[in-house]
């Protein structure tokens, strides 16, 4: 563990696709999601023990969740909680993140992670880290950590890389990559896992601050200046007041297609570690532990003629189910939930009809 290694926690995302479990007001990165009796959020900090000293932890969420963050990491001084005031995607988050950090350290380098991720093999994840914290120290090169394909799934983006690992003194195992591909449809998906050079874009990212900062001034320059005018206020009193109009003037934007796709110096790290990053009601049921008939429960329940489904309820509430094969039954707060799991792309157009004809209190 080097003092100059930082940890930026993207944690502002409401997570619809969860519904109803994640609400507007809980998102899903607060909640205990695998049944082990830590949130995500805490889960996320705590996977990174050993690679980032506590100090230079840094969660950037929105501004609404900055009290819930410091609920679930009270250890974490105020300072390192950055409050968004409104969502404008993955870009102005690291933006702000990375201008922060390189003020206070201009060596810095800085690994970024979603908050609501799951990592079954920790031991794994935190050498392919080092690896690539080591790599991106040396180099000035941007670091994406790609997941080996196990199926050809249509909710991940796509990383294709070419084999020219240790080539012009890249650390061998990173891969030079030569595209992105947004969420596929299952053919193209199905080709990509037969072809053997693509992984599925994790959406973990490590780099230096510099690095990071300069493919900023590259590639999304108008978001460049609007930081680099705020230099000085970043840090102190005026920070908040300087974030409030920032914001107003930065694109919403995904790193992704602001710099990843355009820059020249992107490298990809092949990792399996167990990865999932639990979007969806069905990935926690590939990620949850199955019982004899493939199901994942996380409630009081009584299963009776009942295979594949996944089921999560309060503790205090028995829920008894009959003759169901591949649902979703999920139950938080006011909303009780029943679809099919092959159906659950519609879960965003529940929510939407809910909002249209049942008012805000159930989003």
Not at 12 to 32: A, E, N, V, Y
Not at 240 to 266: H, L, P, Q, W
């Amino acid at each position: 563990m080097k003092p100059n290694t930082y940890l930026v926690v993207m944690a502002g995302g409401i997570g619809s696709r969860f519904w109803p479990f994640s609400r507007t007001h809980l998102p899903k990165q607060f909640h205990d999601v695998m049944g082990v009796g830590r949130s995500m959020l805490q889960l996320t900090v705590e996977r990174f023990q050993g690679i980032c000293p506590p100090e230079n932890v840094f969660v950037v969420t929105n501004k609404d969740y900055m009290e819930l963050v410091h609920q679930h990491l009270p250890e974490l001084p105020a300072d390192q909680i950055l409050g968004e005031p409104i969502g404008r995607n993955t870009a102005p988050c690291i933006a702000y993140a990375s201008y922060r950090i390189a003020q206070r350290d201009p060596k810095a380098v800085i690994v970024v992670t979603p908050a609501d991720h799951a990592v079954l093999r920790e031991v794994e994840f935190q050498r392919i880290i080092n690896q690539a914290v080591e790599a991106a120290r040396e180099n000035e090169i941007l670091i994406t950590l790609g997941i080996q394909p196990s199926r050809p799934d249509t909710g991940y983006g796509y990383i294709q890389y070419l084999d020219e690992g240790g080539a012009d003194g890249i650390p061998a195992g990173l891969k030079k990559v030569k595209t992105f591909t947004e969420k596929p449809n299952l053919e193209l998906a199905q080709m990509f896992l037969n072809s053997g050079d693509f992984l599925w874009n994790s959406g973990l990212f490590v780099w230096r601050a510099d690095a990071i900062i300069h493919a900023f001034h590259q590639y999304l320059g108008d978001i460049a200046e609007v930081f680099d005018e705020g230099i000085g206020q970043l840090g102190t009193p005026a920070e908040s007041e300087f974030i409030a109009a920032a914001y107003t003037r930065c694109r919403n934007i995904s790193i992704d297609y602001g710099v990843m796709e355009k820059a020249d110096n992107v490298y990809v790290l092949p990792a399996d570690f167990g990865w999932s990053d639990l979007g969806t009601w069905d990935s926690l049921h590939r990620m949850g532990h199955h019982d004899a008939d493939n199901n994942v429960v996380d409630g009081d329940a009584l299963l009776y003629d009942t295979r594949e489904c996944v089921i999560k309820t309060p503790a205090e509430r028995l829920v008894v189910v009959q003759g169901l094969d591949g649902y979703i039954i999920a139950e938080y707060d006011n909303v009780l939930l029943i679809c099919k799991r092959t159906e659950e792309q519609r879960v965003k157009d529940f929510v939407a009809d809910v909002k249209a004809k049942k008012g805000l209190g159930y989003n």
